[in-house]
């Protein structure tokens, strides 16, 4: 269509329209020899594909063509083999149909052998079931035997494990009684050492109390001599109040008498060695008070100390006395777990013995 088109232009000098017209035909022109190249690409693809397709089909047509001429020549001597065969087998069937007749000749012998074998193994089989019989019948036995010999190998080894226990349960009852022997001996060693430490603090005891008597009647002498001291330590406080108060009196009667009577020096010198003797006088009393205050403390001290002394001794004494009762009562648990134990070992000797003896009754 593109070759038997023509380009037409609105007149012969219309060179502008003509050319137009021209690029757009040779746009198609290009597109049309774009596409018959693809087309002739392709197919040139198709035709080797195809060329491909019909050598593959060659070979495998050679190929079925050898299987075949193979397959021909081994039916040929198979041909060949099968009539061998063939004339072997009738041979073979003319050897047969002779020994068929043979047996058949043979059969009415061994018919005639096989009734006397039946009957023969009828008894056979009567004394087979009698046989069957006393078998079971034994094996009954012999399974009841063994049975019975198990039970037997299970209650010897149950005794067996239960005097083991025994055994060992009895060593550690006489370890355990040793034991609480050796502990009785110690406690009893230590109740001896303790009743002599307790002669010992009772005699102690004795001498606190002893003690504590003279204590007490120094402690009565000491508060009777510290009431004596109280009360001469209240007169001299008193008589020192009474002095002090004299020389009080005596130092304003002085002052008075100077001014008032203006009396000599010797009548005044007399007044004041008065006052100095009396001034003398109150120190003495005021020293022999702080003596007696000292006596009256380490009197006191002493009072104190008497009585700590006192309180220690019986301190002492209570506990000494709880770990005596302690200690007995230690000693009265540890003889009645001896006494246990003997029990328990006595029980488990006749227990032994009835175990030990008991199997032998029974069978």
Same mark, same amino acid.
């Given at each position: 269509a593109l070759l038997n088109e023509? #380009?037409?232009?609105?007149?012969?000098?219309?060179?502008?329209?003509k050319s137009e017209q021209m690029i757009e035909y040779i746009k198609k022109l290009r597109a049309c020899i774009k596409w018959l190249l693809e087309r002739e690409d392709a197919n040139l693809a198709e035709i080797g594909k195809l060329n491909g397709l019909i050598d593959a089909a060659d070979?495998?047509?050679?190929?079925?063509?050898?299987?075949?001429?193979?397959?021909?020549?081994?039916?040929?001597?198979?041909?060949?083999?099968?009539?061998?065969?063939?004339?072997?087998l009738g041979e073979s069937l003319k050897k047969v149909e002779a020994?068929?007749?043979?047996?058949?000749?043979?059969?009415?012998?061994?018919?005639?052998?096989? #009734?006397?074998?039946?009957?023969?193994?009828?008894?056979?089989s009567e004394e087979l079931n009698r046989v069957k019989l006393e078998q079971k019948r034994l094996n009954d036995q012999i399974k009841m035997l063994q049975d019975t010999n198990k039970r037997l190998q299970e209650y010897n080894t149950?005794?067996?494990?239960?005097?083991?226990?025994?055994?060992?349960d009895a060593t550690k009852n006489a370890e355990t009684i040793d034991k609480l022997q050796k502990e009785k001996n110690t406690m009893v060693e230590t109740m001896n050492g303790l009743k002599d430490h307790s002669n010992s603090v009772k005699l102690?005891?004795?001498?606190?109390?002893?003690?504590?008597?003279?204590?007490?009647?120094?402690?009565?002498?000491?508060?009777?001599?510290?009431?004596?001291?109280?009360g001469e330590l209240h007169q001299v406080r008193d008589d020192r109040d009474h002095k002090s108060a004299e020389i009080n009196s005596l130092l304003s009667d002085l002052g008075v008498y100077k001014?008032?009577?203006?009396?000599?020096s010797s009548e005044l010198e007399n007044v004041m060695i008065r006052c100095d003797a009396l001034e003398e006088t109150c120190s003495n009393q005021t020293e022999k008070i702080k003596?007696?205050?000292?006596?009256?403390?380490?009197a006191n001290e002493k009072l104190k100390r008497s009585n700590l002394t006192t309180m220690e001794t019986m301190s002492e004494y209570e506990s000494q006395k709880r770990m005596l009762e302690d200690l007995q009562l230690r000693l009265t648990?540890?003889?009645?777990?001896?006494?246990?134990?003997?029990?328990?070992?006595?029980?488990?000797?006749?227990? #032994?013995l009835v175990m030990i003896y008991s199997p032998k009754d029974s069978y």
């Open positions: 023509k #380009i037409k232009g609105k007149n012969k000098m219309d060179y502008k329209g070979k495998h047509h050679a190929e079925i063509v050898s299987q075949l001429e193979c397959k021909i020549q081994e039916s040929v001597a198979m041909k060949e083999e099968l009539q061998k065969q063939y004339a072997s020994e068929q007749m043979e047996c058949l000749r043979s059969y009415g012998d061994e018919k005639e052998a096989r #009734i006397a074998a039946e009957s023969s193994r009828n008894e056979l149950s005794l067996q494990q239960y005097n083991c226990n025994l055994q060992a102690q005891l004795e001498m606190a109390k002893s003690s504590q008597s003279e204590a007490l009647k120094q402690k009565n002498n000491l508060l009777s001599e510290v009431e004596a001291l109280r001014e008032l009577t203006g009396k000599s003596t007696l205050q000292i006596q009256l403390a380490s648990e540890a003889e009645q777990k001896i006494v246990d134990g003997e029990k328990l070992r006595k029980k488990l000797h006749n227990t #032994i």
